[in-house]
């Protein structure tokens, strides 16, 4: 059963690199999918941060794009994020999911989304 | 960038039939997926591929999507169908998503 765990602090400070890591469970991150970043802010709805590729391939979302780095580690079958110069509009509760991407791209497996709060 | 809207809520009474639309431009040329996100859960993909069903869903789930429009149709709704539904689709190699249909089962 594939399951998706979001992990990395709940509170960051304006200005701050926000960090999180994505572990995958019951599934091989190297086994043919993507592997994506959701966020909701609270109240809100979903918006797209990016997706990766086990070889490296990347997709971001422009809006994101000059602040996001997205890693993967196939050896601890996880996946990470890293947005840099947090203000408060980059607080949202975080979700990672698997991705297919191209024309049929969705999302057919999440993670229960971790709240990562931007506050001084 | 493209955009997709749906209508802020639609209200439905139990065993009754809820339409909720998606419309973006040319969106019938694209694939459409949605989601149902109760809240304080994670989303859950209920429709892809336009009309395709993921396994454990329930057959009262169906969709299509032609010219403009994606529709979402839950038949025979059900208190437990209450929740925020999304449309997605995907444009210049980025995910859209629609801002979210509040389905309220009166």
């Known amino acids: 059963q594939l399951q998706l765990q979001e992990s990395g602090p709940g509170l960051l400070e304006p200005s701050e690199t926000l960090s999180l890591t994505c572990a995958v469970s019951g599934f091989s991150i190297s086994s043919g999918y993507y592997w994506g970043w959701i966020r909701q802010p609270p109240g809100k709805g979903l918006e797209w941060i990016g997706n990766?590729?086990?070889?490296?391939?990347?997709y971001y979302n422009p809006s994101l794009e000059s602040r996001l780095t997205m890693s993967v580690d196939t050896s601890k079958n996880h996946f990470s994020l890293k947005l840099r110069s947090v203000t408060a509009a980059d607080t949202a509760v975080y979700y990672c999911?698997?991705?297919?991407?191209?024309?049929?791209?969705?999302?057919?497996?999440w993670g229960q989304g971790t709240l990562v709060t931007v506050s001084s | 960038s493209y955009e997709l809207t749906q209508p802020p809520s639609v209200s439905v009474s139990p065993g009754q039939t809820a339409t909720i639309t998606c419309s973006g431009d040319k969106l019938g040329d694209k694939y459409a997926c949605w989601y149902q996100q109760k809240p304080g859960q994670s989303p859950i993909l209920v429709i892809y591929q336009d009309s395709k069903r993921p396994s454990g869903i329930p057959e009262r789930f169906s969709g299509s999507n032609s010219g403009n429009t994606a529709t979402l149709t839950i038949s025979g709704t059900q208190a437990m169908d209450e929740a925020d539904y999304y449309c997605q689709a995907w444009d210049s190699s980025t995910y859209v998503f629609g801002p979210g249909t509040k389905v309220t089962v009166l």
């Open positions: 990766l590729y086990h070889s490296g391939t990347t």
């Open positions: 999911a698997r991705a297919l991407t191209g024309d049929l791209a969705y999302f057919d497996y």
